[in-house]
């Protein structure tokens, strides 16, 4: 980490933690962090789902919720940014506080609750982003339900409507801990229904019905064997493009050591590592390769990254270490992992995807 990285994290950790991640926001959003991108490694660019990237390290959903530091984020290295999690309507989410770092444990507990300005203003952003000259890199749109929503499928549907023409990929979020019966969606009967209309109001709604960008379900990292088999049938029949797994996890491992432990809502960053790469090697297994799988949980460094990739993961994607790391983090990641791939004799990102299954 640069001097100077380190001397803004550590003025960012005196701040309440949404405090300072509005403050990161803002700092983005205004041009005061400097790019840290350089050429990509050939070694690291991967094609999934038709798309090609210069490298398989993407910025998790939740960071950018309202799409406000894409390009900013592109220009720290990664190779894509989930945009989201967005609501149709906007709403402002659990009272605060809702945010909570675990130091300790290298860890983060949110309840936030999908706060979210809106689909109208998130279309508005991207609408605007397209229009300019902007970071080369690929942006998936995040969408979500509203809390008080009864017909959870006809959000998730109206959000794949409104963003389908504006982003790279499209993801439905049915695993946030922190929406009242979300979780819910992920069971058999209603995550068949729910895949079955938003393909439908996908292919409507993309602007070349004969290439619609692909969709991908976010699933979470606590779902027993039973639902993950039920959840990979489900995804193989109706057709989607691929699972990100996974989202923050409601599990507290004993040997966590904060105090802020006990908090409520969903633990990411380090304790989630090794769980979340269990369940995408379960899903890898079950899949056999024939739809893309995202791992994201816990990943800090490319030997994190690596064993994602290894387990089945032909993208990564990274937030919590983030709040530790800072912003260089996406360069060290890339670095260690195209020395991996190379010390093990891979040409490329694909060739190491599940060696490890
Ligand atoms: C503060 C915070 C907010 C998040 N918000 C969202 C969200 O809106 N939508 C979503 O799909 N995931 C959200 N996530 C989950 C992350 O995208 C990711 O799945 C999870 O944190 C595990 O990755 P990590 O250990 O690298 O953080 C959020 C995570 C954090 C820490």
Not at 92 to 117: H, Q, T, W, Y
Not at 175 to 187: F, I, K, V, Y
């Amino acid at each position: 980490m640069s001097a100077v990285d380190a001397l803004a994290l550590r003025a960012l950790y005196t701040l309440p933690p949404e405090t300072a991640h509005h403050a990161a926001l803002f700092a983005l959003e205004h041009g005061l962090v400097a790019a840290h991108a350089e050429p990509d490694d050939p070694i690291l660019q991967t094609s999934v789902c038709g798309m090609d990237f210069t490298n398989p390290i993407g910025l998790a959903a939740g960071f950018d919720k309202d799409a406000r530091v894409i390009d900013a984020m592109l220009s720290l290295g990664f190779g894509f940014v989930e945009a989201g999690t967005v609501t149709p309507k906007p709403q402002a989410g659990n009272p605060k506080p809702r945010l909570f770092r675990l130091d300790e444990d290298e860890a983060v507990i949110n309840r936030l609750g999908f706060n979210s300005g809106g689909v109208s203003a998130f279309v508005k952003r991207l609408t605007e982003r397209r229009a300019r000259r902007h970071a080369p890199g690929r942006v998936g749109a995040n969408v979500g339900k509203n809390r008080d929503t009864t017909d959870s499928a006809a959000d998730y549907v109206a959000g794949i409507e409104m963003v389908a023409g504006l982003a790279d990929y499209l993801v439905l979020n049915i695993s946030s801990p922190n929406t009242p019966g979300l979780r819910a969606l992920q069971a058999r009967g209603p995550i068949e229904d729910l895949l079955r209309r938003a393909l439908i109001a996908r292919n409507r709604a993309a602007p070349d019905p004969k290439k619609p960008p692909p969709l991908l379900v976010k699933v979470g990292p606590d779902l027993v064997p039973s639902e993950l088999h039920d959840i990979a049938d489900v995804a193989l029949a109706v057709g989607i493009d691929g699972l990100i797994v996974g989202n923050t996890t409601v599990e507290r491992p004993s040997w966590l050591k904060s105090p802020n432990k006990t908090e409520a809502g969903g633990l990411s960053g380090a304790p989630l590592l090794h769980p979340s790469t269990e369940c995408l090697r379960r899903l890898y297994r079950l899949t056999e390769g024939r739809i893309a799988l995202i791992g994201c949980g816990g990943v800090a460094c490319g030997a994190d990254a690596y064993a994602k990739i290894r387990a089945g993961a032909s993208l990564v994607q990274v937030y919590s270490a983030l709040i530790f790391h800072g912003p260089g983090l996406a360069q060290r990641i890339k670095r260690e992992l195209a020395q991996l791939l190379r010390a093990d004799g891979f040409e490329s990102v694909a060739d190491a995807v599940g060696r490890d299954r």
